[in-house]
């Protein structure tokens, strides 16, 4: 019985592209920083390409025309930051990260009905959300700089 997902004609392909992501993941783990800067680099260029997108978009529009073209406007200049310095974007990235992170964990303790089924696993999933968060914020500056690199990269090899 085949998959529903992976045709039989189509598993190489499949095959192929894990192991392309596997390798790419494995030489982003080599190198943390570099990796890092190249995720923001694209988020840059897709952040640039979606402001002046929205700024076309709004000039084109007659209802709510001020609010895509702020929001087009806010999202250019955040690429262009993000392109023109890429360590400064992820820094404020990972803090924010970090600070979603812990409010996310925090959430999800005092969400959590006294009856849940898996109770103790959602306490578990959210204690280690919350710790994430906290390692982020206390290691910050610091680990700014290969943090989303390292994200990036397990990302990579585990899709591979």
Request: proline share 4%; charged share 5%; no cysteine.
């Amino acid at each position: 019985m085949t998959s529903p997902l992976i045709s039989p004609s189509s598993w190489k392909w499949s095959l192929g592209i894990g192991i392309v992501m596997l390798i790419i993941g494995f030489i982003a783990m080599g190198n943390l920083i570099v990796a890092t800067a190249a995720s923001i680099y694209l988020v840059g260029v897709v952040m640039l390409i979606g402001g002046v997108l929205q700024l076309i978009h709004g000039f084109r529009q007659h209802q709510r025309k001020a609010f895509w073209i702020i929001s087009g406007l806010l999202y250019a200049v955040a690429g262009i930051f993000a392109i023109s310095n890429p360590f400064a974007f992820s820094s404020v990235l990972t803090l924010w990260l970090g600070i979603v992170l812990i409010f996310v964990g925090i959430s999800r303790l005092l969400s959590i009905p006294s009856s849940a089924p898996g109770r103790g696993w959602i306490i578990f999933s959210a204690i280690i959300t919350l710790l994430l968060g906290v390692v982020l914020v206390v290691g910050w500056p610091a680990n700014s700089l290969w943090v989303i690199g390292m994200f990036l990269a397990f990302d990579l090899v585990f899709q591979g």
